[in-house]
């Protein structure tokens, strides 16, 4: 096949393309050392250039393929290789085997034609031609599935590659938004941008380690930065704004927004008291309970009135907030008893004093009498 291939190249050759120029041609000799000589040819391939029917071509010299000249539309040179219907054949071009290798130039158009020159690949399916790559001849844009690329390189596809050297990227979407930017401006060397708008930078990571995410006077954002669907959120004053549980050491809880497995360290906590409060106790429809009836419910209980017991604070755990409210009701239940207590010490003392002056009244009668 790759010996019909050839000789059938450099019968076209020396039949067609220069036969204006006085050129002959002759097949001389038998089996794999027959030849196909062009001669009588001026200029650069003085030699005769010969293809062996082994498929060699020797004396190293030029083989020229001209489809037609002129002011007129050019001919077409096809290459088939095999037309068979259980199998085609392999077509392979090579530059040299030397220890300089040679190159392989593939040209179209023309420097004076003002359009066309486009240089495709097709590949061939059962009901028609499908377009496998295309070079535009107008401004040397490939196009890998498409058949008029927009740009240097235009893909309708998946890439793949195990890695990807270059001084500036831009990932676009059509349009105006959703814009992934790598070193896009020469101005600003080394940054990473991803740009929701034109003229508004959502995530922007440059050189000197700042991080910037969603607008300008925040730090990092996670979530939708104009609405209220934050996740995460730093601002540039350094506040970071948690929508969810934040776990320490251990997985979060969902009814918890901080949890935490180990000790907190602080030196100052405020807890907000949203209500929280216990002065209540001092209003004068509160019921405050007779210290005898607390000591039956501490014997029953064995604990104070209104406060968990130690069982049910293992089981739920402690609200502070809610706790701090019962001591302080406590404290202060504590004072009014105080109180109390003070007021019949000061009756029990007056009392006292009242008795001890009758006391010495009835003495001195006494001692008179005597």
Same mark, same amino acid.
């Given at each position: 096949?790759?010996?019909?291939?050839?000789? +059938?190249?450099?019968?076209?050759?020396?039949?067609? #393309?220069?036969?204006?120029?006085?050129?002959?041609?002759?097949?001389?000799?038998?089996?794999?050392?027959?030849?196909?000589?062009?001669?009588?040819?001026?200029?650069?391939?003085?030699?005769?250039?010969?293809?062996?029917?082994?498929?060699?071509?020797?004396?190293?010299?030029?083989?020229?393929?001209?489809?037609?000249?002129?002011?007129?539309?050019?001919?077409?040179?096809?290459?088939?290789?095999?037309?068979?219907?259980?199998?085609?054949?392999?077509?392979?071009?090579?530059?040299?085997?030397?220890?300089?290798?040679?190159?392989?130039?593939?040209?179209?158009?023309?420097?004076?034609?003002?359009?066309?020159?486009?240089?495709?690949?097709?590949?061939?399916?059962?009901?028609?031609?499908?377009?496998?790559?295309?070079?535009?001849?107008?401004?040397?844009?490939?196009?890998?599935?498409?058949?008029?690329?927009?740009?240097?390189?235009?893909?309708?596809?998946?890439?793949?590659?195990?890695?990807?050297?270059?001084?500036?990227?831009?990932?676009?979407?059509?349009?105006?938004?959703?814009?992934?930017?790598?070193? #896009?401006?020469?101005?600003?060397?080394?940054?990473?941008?991803?740009?929701?708008?034109?003229?508004?930078?959502?995530?922007?990571?440059?050189?000197?380690?700042?991080?910037?995410?969603?607008?300008?006077?925040?730090?990092?954002?996670?979530?939708?930065?104009?609405?209220?669907?934050?996740?995460?959120?730093?601002?540039?004053?350094?506040?970071?704004?948690?929508?969810?549980?934040?776990?320490?050491?251990?997985?979060?809880?969902?009814?918890?927004? +901080?949890?935490?497995?180990?000790?907190?360290?602080?030196?100052?906590?405020?807890?907000?008291?949203?209500?929280?409060?216990?002065?209540?106790?001092?209003?004068?429809?509160?019921?405050?309970?007779?210290?005898?009836?607390?000591?039956?419910?501490?014997?029953?209980?064995?604990?104070?009135?209104?406060?968990?017991?130690?069982?049910?604070?293992?089981?739920?755990?402690?609200?502070?907030?809610?706790?701090?409210?019962?001591?302080?009701?406590?404290?202060?239940?504590?004072?009014?008893?105080?109180?109390?207590?003070?007021?019949?010490?000061?009756?029990?003392?007056?009392?006292?004093?009242? +008795?001890?002056?009758?006391?010495?009244?009835?003495?001195?009668?006494?001692?008179?009498?005597?």
């Amino acid at each position: 096949m790759k010996n019909l291939l050839m000789l +059938l190249c450099l019968i076209v050759f020396v039949s067609t #393309a220069k036969a204006q120029e006085g050129t002959s041609s002759s097949q001389q000799g038998t089996d794999s050392n027959d030849w196909i000589i062009k001669s009588g040819f001026s200029g650069f391939m003085t030699q005769p250039a010969s293809i062996l029917l082994d498929g060699k071509v020797g004396d190293g010299s030029d083989i020229i393929i001209d489809a037609g000249t002129g002011s007129g539309y050019g001919g077409k040179i096809n290459i088939t290789a095999g037309n068979s219907l259980t199998y085609a054949g392999d077509i392979q071009i090579a530059a040299g085997r030397g220890p300089v290798g040679g190159n392989i130039d593939i040209i179209g158009g023309s420097t004076s034609a003002p359009s066309g020159g486009n240089i495709n690949f097709y590949r061939l399916s059962s009901s028609n031609k499908i377009l496998s790559m295309f070079i535009k001849g107008s401004n040397g844009y490939v196009g890998i599935g498409y058949s008029n690329p927009s740009y240097k390189l235009d893909v309708d596809g998946t890439t793949r590659t195990n890695s990807l050297i270059t001084e500036n990227i831009k990932i676009l979407k059509n349009g105006t938004t959703s814009k992934i930017l790598f070193s #896009a401006q020469t101005n600003d060397p080394g940054e990473i941008r991803h740009i929701e708008n034109n003229n508004s930078a959502q995530l922007w990571i440059d050189p000197s380690d700042d991080f910037d995410a969603g607008a300008t006077n925040d730090f990092f954002i996670v979530g939708e930065p104009d609405t209220n669907t934050q996740r995460f959120w730093v601002r540039g004053d350094g506040a970071t704004y948690i929508n969810k549980s934040l776990g320490i050491g251990k997985t979060p809880t969902s009814d918890a927004k +901080l949890d935490v497995a180990g000790t907190i360290r602080a030196e100052e906590i405020l807890v907000e008291a949203n209500g929280n409060t216990a002065d209540f106790v001092f209003a004068d429809d509160y019921s405050l309970k007779d210290l005898a009836e607390v000591e039956n419910y501490i014997k029953s209980h064995k604990h104070l009135p209104d406060i968990p017991s130690a069982e049910e604070m293992e089981a739920s755990s402690v609200n502070l907030a809610e706790m701090n409210k019962l001591l302080l009701q406590k404290v202060e239940e504590l004072t009014l008893y105080t109180i109390e207590l003070e007021k019949k010490d000061k009756n029990r003392g007056e009392t006292i004093i009242t +008795l001890s002056e009758r006391l010495e009244k009835i003495e001195r009668l006494i001692t008179s009498d005597k």
